[in-house]
């Protein structure tokens, strides 16, 4: 599946044409409402996959038991990596972001089937390195926000997300993730 097959089939993508991305939260009641990503690589693609539209009106969601109405905010996807982020303007619920990270790799594997079964296309998402962050609202303003601020360990499961603090408005950096 090439780049510009996923660029004309899939909603909400924007193409990174500079370094710098803002995510919005759409949530009126957020805190946590932009946060800048610096150092995006260039042709990067967004997708904003928690838009209330889709797969919602097929599926019932049961809950935590079946959470299939729950997504993380975005897909980053560069030539190696699909990172899955959720901002999060208040305590980060572990259990919560897990479901919304399990149910949005679910999506890009049925996004891939489609896109195998119509189009006859190898899988996009498939071979690509997944990682799973949750960018949080830093209460303390009085934290330098370019420290480390952000743990390093392995986010290569859902179970297992990278939790960055920031402001609101405030930057991050791709290497972050």
């Given at each position: 599946?090439?780049?510009d097959?996923?660029k004309?089939y899939?909603?909400y993508?924007?193409e990174?044409?500079?370094?710098?991305?803002?995510?919005?939260e759409?949530?009126?009641?957020?805190?946590?409402?932009?946060?800048?990503?610096?150092d995006i690589?260039?042709?990067?693609?967004?997708?904003?996959?928690?838009n209330?539209?889709?797969?919602?009106?097929?599926?019932?969601?049961?809950?935590d038991?079946f959470p299939?109405?729950?997504?993380?905010?975005?897909?980053?996807?560069?030539?190696?990596?699909v990172?899955?982020?959720?901002?999060?303007?208040k305590?980060?619920?572990k259990?919560?972001?897990?479901?919304?990270?399990k149910?949005s790799?679910?999506?890009?594997?049925?996004?891939?089937?489609?896109?195998n079964?119509?189009?006859?296309?190898n899988?996009?998402?498939?071979?690509k390195?997944?990682?799973?962050?949750?960018?949080?609202?830093?209460?303390?303003?009085?934290?330098?926000?370019?420290?480390?601020?952000?743990?390093t360990?392995?986010?290569?499961?859902?179970?297992q997300?990278?939790?960055?603090?920031?402001?609101?408005?405030?930057?991050v950096?791709?290497?972050q993730f």
């Open positions: 599946m090439s780049k097959n996923v004309k899939l909603n993508l924007v990174c044409t500079t370094a710098k991305y803002t995510l919005v759409t949530d009126p009641n957020a805190k946590l409402k932009k946060v800048v990503i610096n690589p260039q042709g990067a693609l967004i997708v904003r996959i928690d209330g539209d889709g797969i919602n009106n097929l599926l019932k969601s049961d809950g038991d299939i109405n729950k997504r993380s905010d975005y897909l980053i996807i560069d030539e190696k990596n990172i899955f982020v959720e901002m999060k303007s305590n980060v619920d259990k919560d972001c897990i479901l919304k990270f149910s790799a679910c999506l890009i594997s049925y996004i891939d089937n489609l896109f079964e119509f189009l006859g296309s899988s996009y998402f498939e071979n390195a997944k990682h799973y962050v949750v960018i949080s609202l830093q209460i303390s303003c009085y934290k330098d926000p370019f420290t480390k601020n952000y743990n360990k392995s986010n290569t499961r859902p179970g997300f990278r939790n960055i603090k920031t402001l609101n408005g405030g930057e950096f791709y290497q």
